[in-house]
Nanobody, 116 residues
Framework: VQLVESGGGLVQPGGSLRLSCAAS????????MSWYRQAPGKERELVAA????????NYADSVNGRFTISRDNAKNTVYLQMNSLKPEDTAVYYC??????????WGKGTLVTVSS
């Protein structure tokens, strides 16, 4: 199983980025998908999650209204659209795939830096 994140980079405050996570080696449509992030010196935290069908989403309070998670099961890809970015959004963003009680899979992460 591979989860490969992309789309990170340097962006100014107020800007936007779209992260992608391409999955392979698993039946993608069975998995709920999530984005986590870890800022320097902090614990990894859940940012957004989406169920296997894409019908239900949830967000951390800190990003609600600014970030949108979506998925394309035909492309085995999950996205995170990030708008109105703030310096405190700076972190490594990780993709997570989970199916029922099984151990989840993780990507290696993509760095997002919000700075002027």
């Amino acid at each position: 199983v591979q989860l490969v994140e992309s789309g990170g980079g340097l962006v100014q405050p107020g800007g936007s980025l779209r992260l992608s996570c391409a999955a392979s080696g698993l039946t993608f449509s069975r998995y709920s998908m999530s984005w986590y992030r870890q800022a320097p010196g902090k614990e990894r935290e859940l940012v957004a999650a989406i169920d296997s069908a894409g019908a239900s989403t949830n967000y951390a309070d800190s990003v609600n209204g600014r970030f949108t998670i979506s998925r394309d099961n035909a492309k085995n890809t999950v996205y995170l659209q990030m708008n109105s970015l703030k310096p405190e959004d700076t972190a490594v963003y990780y993709c997570n795939a989970k199916y029922n009680w099984r151990t989840p899979y993780w990507g290696k992460g993509t760095l997002v830096t919000v700075s002027s």
